[in-house]
């Protein structure tokens, strides 16, 4: 029970740092709102690192690694595949297959979690491509590019999820630590090539400030809950991050809940009953 309240959790956490990221992003380069919001979490994953125990052996400290450079890839690529305006599009595809990828990944290198516990799982799949659908633009075509740009960012937080379940839970908070340090690297290294001017308007900063922490406290809470449970079941789980998402844009933006949403969320709460099972 305890993995799957630490993924709901963290499911939280994503998919309001996604909410306040896409804010900031509307009104300056995704790139500026990715790196900068990172660097502001360093302190607390500094914290985090002291508070929790942990002992990481270079391969735990080796997965983190690779998985930041994945996850802010992942970010960026959102960032840039929202602002075309099809979110309709975009976040069923991005979120879909991020939850996809560690699943099969999770079923390949471990047992299988039981018939419920993995029912519940592709249930969670249904409700994350449910809860995505926001309202329709006028225009009813999406160019490849874009669709090709939103299974990209899928894909990379997919691998970001099947890379970091595989840190030891022994180590600690280390390896959410070695996320940052090479995403907060990768983004700089891409800022410099590209020319990215790394400034933000004063309005935004609260924004990029809320998006990098609990961007950091949601990957800490999947380390903690892929080290006590089924990968599988796990990032499916924490996947379900667009809900907190639709439900910000519902109660910020004043947006309003489609019923194919509303029955997402449902699905969502089903899912959370099963995978606990």
Partial sequence: MLPIVLAAVSALAFGTADFAGGKASRH???IAVTVLSQILSVPLLLVLVLVVPGSPTPPDLGWGLVAGVAGAGGVMLLYRALATGVMAVVAPITAVTAAIVPIVAG???ANSPGAVALGGAGLAVVAIGLVSLGERGGTGRTSGRVVGTALAAGLLFGVFFALLGQADEAAGMW???AVRVSSVAFGLALAA?????LRLPRRLWGWAATAGLLDSAANALFLAAAGRGH???VAAVASLYPASTVLLALAVDRERLRPVQLAGLGFAAAALVLASV
Avoid: E, M
Avoid at 193 to 197: A, D, L, M
């Fill in 28 to 30: 300056a380069d995704p």
């Fill in 107 to 109: 079923l390949v290198i």
């Fill in 175 to 177: 390896p959410v630590l």
């Fill in 193 to 197: 090539r590209i020319g990215t001017r």
């Fill in 231 to 233: 990968l599988s079941v």
